[in-house]
């Protein structure tokens, strides 16, 4: 027996990143908004400041839905399929933002037109085999207001490097030109960054400080960050780190426009004989309801808005809810972030505990900021040295083969060692191919019965180039900074999850190749739209955080200015 609730304006399906900020401006603009989220409220008290319950035991407080149906992946379709014990989605209001890192990069503008500006520059040949990547349907400049817009509601802190076409040698000199200032101040440099950003200006490179989605002075009645070093993987115990369940949820909910429903298990998007969505089923506790709607804002992660898509089968929709034209599930790719490089330094470097936002960028070879006709690959990759170490993380962090990796040499060998040793973090471009894609997995199922996605990508060669290239380069700053020793690690093949994952519902003006527009509705149903890394079809060498936020701000707006010719009322 399905319950049928009353009807409302629009459903927003998921309260993490995109659909926690898409609230507000819906509500701000008279709509009246139901939000559904798989998981439950958090507090201050869920966040205590606990490596082995947050990094270890992964926030054993929060029963994730996520969880019980892990995606299933493989590295190309005649490969077996593997499936991870854990997800990277993470369910709760405010969803995975609850434990992000926060950082909050815009895209560079080369991003926004990949095909373009590599045909000018280099010639057509030189776009990898199989790619299929397309210029997005708008550039930078379309979405800048919507960056700034995210950028002081949700309260961003950095250093601005192109305000205006004026460049500050103190921010990204290759950065997008922004029309003001960050809201905030950066992060503070400890003295290993002051000697890392020497290290990189000695090489001629340009070092700055990057952005964060956390505060640095109090703000909107959140406090400023306590560098307290529990961010990865940690929730924010004095509201310092941005998220829509302390920002835009909060000042939704005041309207009085806003419902959100909690452990609300979305099991299909329902449409009409006309080809529109009329509402969302969801289950909780074994009970089935039905939330009618004039328009559906599908706002999962990644995996999940391209799953729920795929299970929505109808009449008209066979293979899938907007799958008509067979494009979910395509063009889906996630950031290498694998292939490491780690140092020894000679000294201690006093870089316990602070923050996965809190560091030093180097942008010189990210995007197409440099001169690419020496090297195979297009794009490039965002190097960045961070204060984040822990008890656990440093035990981990190996010995050089200078001691065994366990017993009582290998102890003394961490007492001593334990902070002379920094781990890199390297972002690098990835591109979409043709034998990378989702679909749902013909035999593994979720509790309810209902196929979990399967994930069948892999790194090609111009991605597995980028990590080989941006090692190089990371070697040559650690060692003039004076390490003693360098290791590296592998260049990784299989894909596998990620909370960086793109497309799937990839955005653009081309329906044959796209399952959105350029604002994020449905080619194939008008009154449904998709919010999330899912329409992006690139990714830069950034977190996709700010870049889904202001997508997110301006498909609500596109919406509410257009509700008559969207909904067909």
């Not at 490089?341 to 960028?361: E, K, S």
Request: aromatic share 10%; glycine share 12%; proline share 6%.
């Amino acid at each position: 027996m399905v319950t049928r609730l009353a009807p409302t304006d629009v459903v927003v399906i998921g309260m993490g990143a995109a659909g926690g900020t898409a609230v507000l401006p819906l509500v701000d603009a008279g709509l009246e908004v139901v939000g559904l989220e798989a998981g439950s409220w958090l507090t201050r008290r869920d966040f205590a400041p606990d490596e082995i319950r947050n990094n270890v035991r992964s926030w054993p407080m929060a029963v994730k839905k996520a969880d019980l149906e892990v995606p299933t992946t493989r590295p190309n379709r005649n490969a077996p399929t593997t499936r991870p014990s854990g997800h990277p989605m993470m369910n709760g209001v405010g969803g995975t933002t609850l434990h992000y890192w926060a950082q909050a990069w815009r895209l560079n503008p080369w991003d926004f037109r990949v095909v373009s500006e590599t045909v000018r520059r280099y010639g057509a040949s030189r776009l990898p085999e199989g790619t299929t990547v397309e210029d997005w349907p708008f550039g930078y400049e379309e979405l800048e207001p919507w960056y700034d817009r995210v950028e002081r509601e949700l309260g961003v802190s950095g250093q601005a490097g192109n305000v205006e076409g004026t460049l500050d040698p103190r921010g990204n000199r290759f950065e997008g030109v922004r029309r003001r200032p960050y809201p905030m101040e950066p992060l503070r440099w400890t003295g290993f960054h002051e000697q890392m950003a020497a290290a990189a200006r000695g090489l001629g490179w340009h070092p700055f400080p990057g952005p964060a989605l956390i505060n640095t002075r109090a703000s909107e009645g959140r406090g400023a960050c306590v560098y307290h070093g529990f961010c990865n993987g940690g929730g924010c115990h004095v509201d310092a780190r941005s998220s829509p369940h302390t920002t835009t949820i909060p000042r939704a909910l005041e309207t009085g426009r806003l419902t959100v429903i909690t452990r609300a298990h979305v099991t299909r998007i329902d449409t009409d004989r006309s080809d529109r969505v009329t509402g969302v089923r969801y289950v909780t506790d074994g009970q089935e309801f039905f939330q009618p709607a004039r328009a559906v804002l599908l706002a999962g992660h990644t995996y999940e808005n391209i799953r729920l898509l795929l299970l929505s089968t109808s009449a008209a929709f066979p293979n899938g809810l907007s799958n008509n034209g067979g494009q979910v599930g395509r063009h889906y790719f996630s950031h290498h972030q694998g292939a490491p490089v780690t140092a020894l330094f000679p000294r201690d470097i006093h870089a316990w505990y602070g923050l996965p936002a809190q560091g030093v960028a180097i942008d010189d070879f990210a995007d197409d900021n440099f001169d690419h006709e020496g090297v195979n690959f297009i794009g490039g990759g965002n190097l960045w040295v961070m204060s984040d170490r822990r008890p656990i993380s440093a035990a981990n962090a190996g010995t050089f083969g200078r001691a065994p990796g366990w017993g009582s040499a290998w102890k003394a060998w961490i007492r001593e060692n334990a902070d002379r040793i920094h781990s890199s973090y390297i972002q690098k471009t990835t591109l979409p191919y043709e034998t990378n894609y989702c679909d749902l997995d013909p035999e593994v199922k979720d509790p309810l019965g209902l196929p979990v996605l399967r994930v069948t990508a892999e790194f090609r060669s111009n991605e597995l180039a980028i990590a080989a290239f941006t090692q190089d380069r990371m070697e040559e700053w650690y060692q003039a900074a004076g390490a003693v020793e360098v290791t590296r690690g592998g260049l990784g093949g299989a894909m596998g999850l990620s909370t960086h994952a793109y497309g799937g519902t990839r955005m653009g003006d081309n329906p044959e190749t796209n399952v959105v527009d350029r604002y994020g509705f449905s080619h194939e149903i008008p009154n449904l739209g998709v919010l999330g890394a899912s329409v992006m079809g690139t990714s830069g060498a950034r977190n996709p955080t700010l870049t889904v936020q202001a997508l997110t701000w301006r498909t609500a707006e596109h919406l509410a200015a257009n509700w008559g010719a969207i909904t067909g009322e």
